[in-house]
């Protein structure tokens, strides 16, 4: 368990000293500030977990010091606790009204001390775990939400055309019949697409590492691409180090340099050339691939791993994408202790890349 910051603010060197000794015995970090200005300072350079405030002090006092806390954004869920030797019902009132959440009397009662704190501490642990299932609550409602609108609509154009071909199927070739089975290619690749999100996002994926020449994956992911790229007259171009070595599940990485891949030839113009690197970086694998598109965004730079993105280019040939490629390609590289990146290229488009441990060559 990380160790709970204390601010001990008092003017009167003697009871820094026993709170001090109290504390730090106690198992506390303590900081310790003589006025209200350098209590403010370190409060929001620090930002300890609690904070101790003497009412009574040359300069800013305890009131307006506790005030100046809770209105700077940093510092105002900080829990203060006043000392004080006016027990006078007046000033608890007014500590309360200023924003602390309780007050302690001098002198000190070593043993009420250490009981309010310890209290107000676990109060405040208390909140921050309720607010953090929150914010994951809300970031689940969301995540749901766009899974209902990305297959509402990413499916019902595909669906619309079976519906379509079906009504000519009984006057029309075999043309039809394959375009019924495109249609629903895309369907289920769409919904692939959200159950290996979901699985990867639930940690229910788990990878079969072996020592694996990335070469060897890089080269299935070209010829597999092959009929793509020549659709649409693109060029695929290999920058390869063979000797590269790591520890991968394949499967599932390669799923990861196929998404590279898929995507660079998808929102790439025709007559492009893809550019695949592989490398080794000192104790590193470096995987990237270069194209000729129309670059990124620097809103779309923010947010292209995340989930369900929809940038702000379209794909050249009208492919479908639901948003999750990438956001796959992050966790499962992330899986394998990688990172995963992307820049704008200075003569336009853009480089996806990523990179994972290299494996000692035997």
Known sequence: MTQAVILVVDDHPHNLKVLFNLLTDSGYKVLVAQTGESALEQAIRTKPDLILLDIMMPGIGGFATCRRLKEHESTQSIPVIFLSALAESNHIVEGFNVGAVDYITKPFRQREVLVRI???????????????????????????????NITVHDLKNPLQAIA?????????????????????????GIIDGLMRSAELENA?????????????????????????????????????????????????????IANYLSNAL???????????TLRREG????????????????????????????????????????????????????L????????????GGCTFFLWIPAAASS
């Open 204 to 256: 229910g994926l788990a990878l079969n590492t072996e020592p694996k020449y990335i070469a060897e994956l890089v080269g299935v992911a070209g010829q597999e691409f092959a009929g793509q790229a020549k659709a649409k007259n693109q060029r695929m171009s290999f920058e390869i180090d063979k000797t590269c070595l790591a520890m991968v599940d394949p499967l599932r990485f390669y799923e990861a």
């Open 283 to 334: 104790d590193r694998i470096h995987f990237s691939v270069r194209d000729q598109g129309p670059g990124l965004t620097e809103k779309d730079l923010q947010k292209v791993f995340g989930k369900f993105c929809r940038l702000s280019a379209k794909p050249t040939g009208s492919e479908p994408s639901t948003g999750l490629g990438l956001s796959i390609v992050k966790a499962l590289v992330e």
């Open 118 to 148: 310890h209290t107000h501490l676990s109060l405040r642990n208390l909140q921050q775990s309720l607010e953090e299932k929150r914010q994951e609550l809300e970031r689940a409602l969301e995540d749901k939400r766009q899974i209902l």
């Open 164 to 188: 379509g071909y079906l009504d000519l199927v009984r006057t029309q070739d075999g043309e039809i019949i394959d375009r019924i089975k495109q249609s629903t290619k895309v369907m289920f």
């Open 336 to 347: 394998h202790d990688g990172e995963v990146g992307v820049h704008n290229n200075p003569e």
């Open 266 to 276: 998808k929102f790439s113009p025709s007559d492009t050339e893809i550019v695949i």
